[in-house]
């Protein structure tokens, strides 16, 4: 498909994680499979169990990791407990997810992910799921739709933007994601260089995968196959994101059963935003199971 991820601070990751010969690592966003390959690529023998939903992730990451000793699997991150007893290992060694949206997800025909494609409104992280952003945008109710604006996107004109979603809805059905961005450029102009439909979008996309929902879970699940002294490394992208894994971990910790290794998140160097600006807003928290 000529597509280039460029995986998040692959470093920094793979010192955070720690990885052992013969350790057995679940990347329960594994996506076309840069930070797997990496954490493989560290030591001897190791083990890799990549979870996504998105099947033709999936399929790239099978030929670019085919040589390493890995079980992929299509299913949300919130099951890899399940995922990895089905295998036949009760704990592991490590875990990371990389919380962005994948260069697949952007740039791949029909997709839905960007406002400045003439294409479905989708969002689908796995297109076996029914529900859809065009679903929301259609059939939420003017009230409904500003609150999820303004609690996933933290979109300050929630209600203004909500209510031209609606009058233009009335006059026929939002399906397209260029339709949608211009019905939101003509209730805000443009100021400065971000696009006045980001946060929406942003904001569609975590109501239709349940983001933060799956992000609760996946922690938990996670924390409970962690082996003592194996590492939770997650990526996060916004604030809402940073907040999840923050207060998780706090949580933990204050169990008894887990030890906050960044009390500050880690995030990328200079020469990496450079070389790659989708990694700007990054921010690696990493904990340690007791």
């Known amino acids: ?3 280039v991820h460029v995986p998040v601070m692959l470093k920094e990751v793979v010192e955070m994680l720690m990885p052992v010969e013969g350790g057995v690592y679940v990347d329960g966003t594994v996506g076309l499979g840069g930070h797997a390959e990496s954490v493989l690529k560290a030591v001897k023998g190791c083990t890799l169990i990549g979870i996504d939903r998105d099947e033709k992730a999936l399929g790239i990451a099978q030929e ?3 040589n390493y000793n890995v079980h992929l699997i299509r299913d949300r991150f919130s099951n890899m407990k399940i995922a990895v007893e089905n295998i036949g290992y009760k704990k592991v060694d490590g875990i990371l997810l990389d919380l962005g949206v994948s260069t697949l997800q952007f740039k791949a025909e029909g997709r839905g ?3 400045l494609k003439d294409e479905l409104l989708n969002m689908r ?3 076996r799921e029914k529900f859809t952003a065009e679903d929301i945008v259609n059939e ?4 409904r739709i500003s609150h999820i604006l303004w609690e996933y996107g933290e979109e300050r004109f929630s209600r203004k933007i909500a209510k031209a979603i609606v009058n233009a809805r009335n006059k026929r059905p939002i399906t397209s994601c260029m339709e949608l961005a211009k019905i939101i450029e003509r209730a805000l102009p443009r100021r400065g260089r971000i696009h006045p439909a980001t946060k929406t979008f942003q904001a569609l996309r975590i109501e239709v995968n349940r983001e933060l929902v799956e992000l609760n879970a996946a922690i938990d699940a996670g924390v409970s196959i962690l082996r003592a002294g194996g590492r939770f490394c997650i990526i996060s992208y916004h604030s809402l994101e940073d907040r999840v894994v923050k207060h998780s971990f706090k949580r933990l910790a204050s169990h008894g059963v887990f030890d906050i290794i960044t009390k500050k998140p880690i995030a990328p160097c200079r020469e990496e935003v450079l070389s790659n600006p989708s990694s700007r807003s990054a921010k690696l928290r990493v904990g340690e199971k007791i």
């Open 1 to 3: 498909m000529g597509i």
């Open 140 to 143: 939420y109710s003017e009230e």
């Open 125 to 127: 992280m796995d297109e």
């Open 64 to 66: 670019k990791l085919k």
């Open 113 to 115: 992910f960007s406002f």
